[in-house]
């Protein structure tokens, strides 16, 4: 028994260098394409019929270094593989246009492990997927199993899935007092935040005006990752900014108290 063991041992250790060589290269390439496709998608941001073509091609550089490395491995070791190559290079374009055109008609997968999400009012983090359940943490520390097809016969809110997240704050102002400066103070505060996007550019609306307040809503786009602190930085200067100012200032409740002489 030992000596089939050692035998063993003795034979992976020959292969050492071989599966260790094979490894990098696989990896290497793979990291090399990653880094290109997000390079190009900052560059470009592509849309559409052009954003599916990317992914489509270098899905396929992926699979080409995997069928490649595998090649390669199969040849040090002394398996027959001449003329494989050609039949693999072509399969994998075939399947890629394949794949080029199903890929809109293709069920896409509502969320993954790691995702932010909200499924039937419960918002957490999801840990786990099944074909019987849904691990979701939440964030009171919470673990919530739930069936995976009732999960999936609801509404499911990803809010991990989109890279850029809209931020709306509304504010309600006093009438009567100056609303440019009081727009132009929103918009400032925005543009001033490091953590605000510039494309697309923040923008301040009036949304009405009635005797007790105007109501203004500021809209600004911020990474993902960033909404919640970005929003809570951006409410913090809101109102330090309003205290400090004269022409305009932040609505307060009223109270109308009427009487009737008898």
Request: charged share 15%.
């Amino acid at each position: 028994m030992m000596q089939a063991v050692s035998d063993v041992l003795a034979s992976v250790g020959n292969y050492g260098s071989l599966i260790a060589s094979i490894v990098a290269v696989m990896f290497g390439g793979m990291i090399v394409v990653y880094l290109l496709y997000r390079l190009l998608h900052s560059v470009i941001k592509p849309k559409g019929t052009f954003a599916r073509v990317m992914k489509v091609f270098f899905g396929a550089l992926y699979v080409l270094i995997l069928v490649v490395t595998v090649l390669l491995a199969a040849e040090r070791v002394g398996l027959p593989v001449k003329g494989l190559g050609a039949i693999a290079i072509l399969a994998v374009i075939v399947g890629a246009v394949i794949v080029f055109f199903l890929l809109p008609f293709l069920p896409r997968v509502p969320f993954m492990p790691g995702h932010m999400v909200e499924i039937r009012g419960e918002l957490g983090i999801v840990e786990a997927v099944t074909a019987y359940q849904v691990v979701l943490r939440t964030f009171d520390g919470q673990t919530l199993y739930l069936p995976t097809p009732l999960v999936m016969a609801g509404p499911i809110r990803n809010f991990t899935d989109q890279p850029r997240r809209r931020i709306a704050l509304e504010v309600e102002l006093q009438p009567g007092g100056d609303l440019r400066r009081g727009r132009a103070v929103l918009a400032q505060l925005m543009k001033t935040n490091p953590k605000v996007l510039d494309e697309p550019p923040p923008m301040v609306y009036i949304t009405g005006i009635s005797a007790e307040k105007v109501g203004v809503v500021a809209y600004c786009w911020v990474a993902t990752a960033d909404w919640l602190a970005t929003r809570d930085a951006l409410w913090e200067s809101i109102n330090q900014a309003f205290q400090q100012e004269t022409s305009v200032q932040l609505a307060v409740p009223r109270l109308f108290v009427s009487g009737n002489n008898g």
